[in-house]
């Protein structure tokens, strides 16, 4: 019995170690996680861009948009802005937009802030030297993805431009009792269209020091299941074949009896 008990308790403290995360967080040193997070603007990102001045008509020909009636009956027209409905840029493969009284605009590779910076900085000569221009970019096309061992996949939008993996598990529902904690895969593209896959362990705390903690835009999160699920799988694939078969030869040996008997 002894025996049994001690097998028990072993199992149970190694299932532990297998799903709690950030294990030797106690023995880590996270000065290297500090920082603030700022993603960069890459290609095929969407921008809103607003630049707004005491004087809204000093500025209305910097900002993309159209009218939009407030009703079909109604010539009307409102936005938040006050420039009618904002049309997002698009991002080209070479990192550029094609901005209003600007030109083409190299925006790849900057911050939100440094792109704000950029425009308002080209955008004050077309205007009178008491005036100051303040620019808003936003990136309304930022989305992260989850699937695999979760509590459901999604694809998530991320408003505030800023999303640790923790954050994007979580908002999957997290990870299920048969995911694999030791083996997360990242699946990543760079401005160049490059993919590249990583491999994060959340049971590790050096995870809030690595690189992939904070999620790029259009990131990919694969949970893997883990060798119990896979079992799992493959034996009740197997059954559902054998019960399909040994129903179909139990039909064709009733089938063969009653003809015999007739």
Not at 200 to 214: A, H, K, R
């Amino acid at each position: 019995m002894a025996v049994i008990m001690m097998a028990v308790v072993m199992a149970g403290c190694s299932g532990s170690k297998q799903i709690a995360y950030f294990q030797n967080i106690d023995n880590i040193d996270l000065s290297q996680s500090k920082g603030l997070y700022d993603a960069k603007i890459m290609p095929k990102d969407a921008l809103t861009i607003t630049v707004s001045a005491s004087n809204p008509d000093a500025v209305r020909m910097f900002n993309l948009s159209v009218s939009k009636p407030l009703n079909p009956l109604s010539s009307q027209t409102l936005s938040s802005s006050g420039y009618g409905t904002l049309l997002p840029y698009l991002v080209d493969n070479e990192g550029d937009i094609n901005f209003p009284m600007l030109g083409r605009l190299h925006v790849a590779g900057l911050t939100k802030r440094e792109c704000e910076t950029m425009i308002e900085e080209k955008v004050q000569p077309y205007l009178q030297s008491s005036e100051r221009p303040v620019v808003t970019v936003n990136m309304s096309s930022f989305r992260v993805t989850v699937i695999g061992e979760v509590g459901h996949s999604a694809v998530i939008p991320v408003t505030t431009e800023k999303m640790s993996i923790i954050e994007a598990l979580s908002t999957a529902g997290d990870l299920s009792i048969y995911g694999k904690r030791q083996n997360i895969m990242l699946i990543r593209e760079d401005a160049t269209g490059q993919k590249s896959a990583h491999r994060i362990d959340l049971t590790d705390g050096n995870l809030f020091n690595s690189p992939y903690y904070y999620l790029q835009q259009n990131d990919i999160i694969y949970v893997e299941p883990n060798t119990v699920k896979a079992k799992n799988s493959s034996i009740g694939q197997s059954t559902t074949i054998w019960f399909s078969f040994i129903g179909i030869v139990t039909s064709v040996a009733s089938l063969l009896v009653n003809i015999l008997r007739d």
